[in-house]
Protein backbone atom coordinates (compact mmCIF):
# COMPACT_ATOMS: atom_id res chain seq x y z
CA UNK A 1 0.00 0.00 0.00
CA UNK A 2 1.32 3.10 -1.03
CA UNK A 3 1.78 6.20 1.38
CA UNK A 4 3.12 9.89 1.79
CA UNK A 5 3.82 11.03 5.18
CA UNK A 6 4.32 14.96 5.64
CA UNK A 7 6.23 16.58 8.19
CA UNK A 8 8.08 19.21 9.76
CA UNK A 9 4.98 21.54 10.05
CA UNK A 10 4.45 24.00 13.03
CA UNK A 11 4.13 27.68 14.02
CA UNK A 12 6.52 30.04 13.19
CA UNK A 13 6.85 33.76 12.99
CA UNK A 14 7.44 35.71 9.73
CA UNK A 15 10.97 35.33 8.27
CA UNK A 16 11.54 31.95 10.04
CA UNK A 17 12.31 28.76 8.01
CA UNK A 18 10.87 25.76 7.87
CA UNK A 19 11.61 22.23 5.94
CA UNK A 20 8.77 19.53 5.47
CA UNK A 21 9.94 16.32 4.21
CA UNK A 22 7.12 13.82 2.74
CA UNK A 23 8.26 9.95 2.55
CA UNK A 24 7.14 7.55 0.84
CA UNK A 25 6.50 4.00 1.12
CA UNK A 26 4.69 1.51 -0.52
CA UNK A 27 7.05 1.40 -4.03
CA UNK A 28 9.45 3.82 -4.97
CA UNK A 29 8.63 7.12 -7.20
CA UNK A 30 12.56 7.94 -8.91
CA UNK A 31 11.11 8.10 -11.75
CA UNK A 32 8.57 10.60 -11.35
CA UNK A 33 7.74 14.29 -11.00
CA UNK A 34 7.28 14.83 -7.23
CA UNK A 35 5.22 18.01 -6.02
CA UNK A 36 4.38 20.01 -3.51
CA UNK A 37 0.36 21.65 -3.05
CA UNK A 38 -0.87 23.79 -0.34
CA UNK A 39 -4.26 24.64 0.58
CA UNK A 40 -4.96 27.42 2.95
CA UNK A 41 -8.42 28.21 4.80
CA UNK A 42 -11.24 28.56 2.41
CA UNK A 43 -8.79 28.57 -0.29
CA UNK A 44 -8.55 25.84 -3.15
CA UNK A 45 -5.76 23.90 -3.07
CA UNK A 46 -2.67 25.36 -5.45
CA UNK A 47 0.36 24.41 -6.61
CA UNK A 48 3.88 25.38 -4.88
CA UNK A 49 6.71 23.54 -6.34
CA UNK A 50 7.46 20.36 -8.41
CA UNK A 51 11.08 18.34 -8.91
CA UNK A 52 11.73 16.08 -11.87
CA UNK A 53 12.72 13.15 -11.68
CA UNK A 54 16.38 14.40 -12.48
CA UNK A 55 16.40 16.33 -9.29
CA UNK A 56 17.59 19.27 -10.94
CA UNK A 57 14.75 20.87 -13.02
CA UNK A 58 12.02 22.33 -10.82
CA UNK A 59 9.30 24.55 -10.99
CA UNK A 60 7.74 27.67 -8.45
CA UNK A 61 4.97 29.04 -8.13
CA UNK A 62 5.46 32.86 -8.18
CA UNK A 63 4.99 33.48 -5.16
CA UNK A 64 7.34 31.62 -3.04
CA UNK A 65 10.06 31.48 -5.81
CA UNK A 66 13.02 32.41 -4.43
CA UNK A 67 12.07 31.29 -0.98
CA UNK A 68 11.23 28.06 -0.87
CA UNK A 69 13.91 25.07 -2.37
CA UNK A 70 12.45 21.90 -3.32
CA UNK A 71 14.36 18.83 -3.02
CA UNK A 72 14.52 15.11 -3.05
CA UNK A 73 16.13 11.92 -1.86
CA UNK A 74 15.73 8.52 -3.85
CA UNK A 75 17.77 6.71 -1.62
CA UNK A 76 15.04 7.81 1.19
CA UNK A 77 11.98 8.09 -1.05
CA UNK A 78 11.51 11.44 0.18
CA UNK A 79 11.06 15.23 -1.05
CA UNK A 80 11.61 18.08 0.85
CA UNK A 81 10.68 21.66 0.80
CA UNK A 82 12.84 24.26 2.77
CA UNK A 83 10.86 27.32 3.26
CA UNK A 84 12.25 30.43 4.03
CA UNK A 85 11.62 33.96 4.57
CA UNK A 86 8.22 32.75 5.50
CA UNK A 87 5.13 35.02 5.27
CA UNK A 88 1.84 35.34 6.88
CA UNK A 89 -0.05 34.51 3.62
CA UNK A 90 2.07 31.02 3.51
CA UNK A 91 -0.10 29.51 6.30
CA UNK A 92 -2.08 26.66 4.57
CA UNK A 93 -2.35 23.01 5.15
CA UNK A 94 0.67 21.78 2.99
CA UNK A 95 0.42 18.30 0.58
CA UNK A 96 3.13 15.85 -0.57
CA UNK A 97 1.80 14.66 -4.44
CA UNK A 98 3.48 11.86 -7.01
CA UNK A 99 0.84 10.86 -9.53
CA UNK A 100 -2.53 10.51 -7.85
CA UNK A 101 -0.68 10.04 -4.19
CA UNK A 102 -1.41 12.38 -1.51
CA UNK A 103 -0.50 12.80 1.71
CA UNK A 104 -2.17 13.82 4.84
CA UNK A 105 -0.67 17.14 4.97
CA UNK A 106 1.39 18.67 7.63
CA UNK A 107 -0.03 22.29 8.99
CA UNK A 108 1.97 25.41 8.90
CA UNK A 109 1.23 28.79 10.64
CA UNK A 110 3.37 31.92 10.15
CA UNK A 111 2.59 34.67 12.51
CA UNK A 112 3.19 37.89 11.98
Known amino acids: QVQLVESGGGSVQAGGSLRLSCAAS????????MSWFRQAPGRQREFVAR????????AYTDSVRGRFTISRDDAKNTVYLQMNSLKPEDTAVYYC?????WGEGTLVTVSS
Open 97 to 101: NVLDY
Open 51 to 58: IHFNGRTT
Open 26 to 33: GRTFSSYI
